[in-house]
């Protein structure tokens, strides 16, 4: 038995949902996400309720897949209402960024600019050239795409510089002894 799958979603205020067969569309204020649930697990309303429940009691559906299709669906109303963001940190002399249009230029202090072109969806904002927040309604691709910002440079454990989220603990080490 899933206990995150037991839960009940909550509808907001000025939240859709509409299911047909497998596939649910949530929209809302901020957009509509579409996403299509495996076969094993079934998705009901009632009223301004949204329960998941496993289609026959199974070792994949009656665990990781029921809470995994609850886990996504409160995600896809959360972003639709609320929305998601992430906020990162440039550490590093001379790093900094700028979002012109719909690219991401980077400083990391590579012999050239890096240019990032955001994905669909993806909002960028740039605070003091070195705090970067990014947002939008999908919390996959607001990770994936802070990821993918991130890997241009980690950071390092000696100095600290690199791309990291905010209130990440960076574990540091003792430079080289004389």
């Excluded at 206990?3 to 047909?20: A, D, F, H, L, Y």
């Excluded at 009223?47 to 009656?62: C, E, F, I, N």
């Excluded at 669909?120 to 996959?140: H, P, Q, R, S, Y």
């Excluded at 440079?153 to 002894?177: A, C, F, H, Q, S």
Aim: aromatic share 6%; charged share 25%; net charge positive.
């Amino acid at each position: 038995m899933s206990r995150i799958g037991k839960k009940p979603v909550s509808i907001p205020n000025g939240v859709e949902v509409t299911i047909e067969n497998q596939t649910i569309k949530v929209s809302g204020k901020l957009g509509s996400l579409t996403r299509e649930f495996p076969a094993q697990i079934q998705v009901t309303r009632e009223g301004d309720l949204l329960t998941v429940l496993p289609r026959q009691a199974s070792k994949d559906s009656s665990g990781a897949l029921w809470g995994l299709s609850r886990a996504l669906l409160a995600n896809m109303v959360k972003g639709v209402s609320e929305g998601f963001s992430k906020t990162m940190e440039i550490i590093g002399v001379g790093y900094r960024a700028a979002v012109e249009e719909r690219i991401l230029k980077l400083n990391l202090g590579f012999s050239h600019p890096v240019n990032f072109v955001l994905p669909e969806g993806i909002e960028a904002l740039v605070d003091k050239n070195t705090f970067l927040t990014i947002k939008g309604i999908d919390v996959e691709r607001v990770g994936q795409t802070c990821a993918e910002i991130r890997a241009y440079r980690l950071p390092e454990p000696y100095k600290g510089k690199g791309i990291t989220y905010v209130g990440e603990k960076i574990l540091r080490k003792v430079g080289k002894k004389k």
